[in-house]
Nanobody, 123 residues
Framework: QVQLVESGGGLVQPGGSLRLSCAAS????????IGWFRQAPGKEREGVSC????????YYADSVKGRFTISRDNAKNTVYLQMNSLKPEDTAVYYC????????????????WGQGTQVTVSS
């Protein structure tokens, strides 16, 4: 059974850090681009970051550039999102998703999604 499971969310103060994990079971992440998305209450889902399968290229939304880092550990079949200098506006449910390329992560027959993990940034 193909499954993605996010973990690592929680409550953190502004300026703090969290590391999210996206663990895969039932398939190998090596062959997929993995994207992180987030959705805040009342807002549309937005793409946060993506890492390609081919050469490990990484992409970031302008709002998180310089603060978030995406990485993958193929041996652990897991992709991480290191989030530093967190701001209240980073509060959202964070999801990971697969795709053949970063341009189509989360869509089509190769687009699987996890259930999400809540990140709350508040003092």
């Amino acid at each position: 059974q193909v499954q993605l499971v996010e973990s690592g969310g929680g409550l953190v103060q502004p300026g703090g850090s969290l590391r999210l994990s996206c663990a895969a079971s039932g398939f190998t992440l090596d062959y997929y681009a993995i994207g992180w998305f987030r959705q805040a209450p009342g807002k549309e889902r937005e793409g946060v970051s993506c890492i390609s399968s081919s050469d490990g290229s990484t992409y970031y939304a302008d709002s998180v550039k310089g603060r978030f880092t995406i990485s993958r550990d193929n041996a652990k079949n897991t992709v991480y999102l290191q989030m530093n200098s967190l701001k209240p506006e980073d509060t959202a449910v964070y999801y990971c998703a697969t795709g053949l390329e970063c341009v189509n992560v989360g869509r089509g027959p190769f687009g699987s999604w996890g259930q999400g993990t809540q990140v709350t940034v508040s003092s």
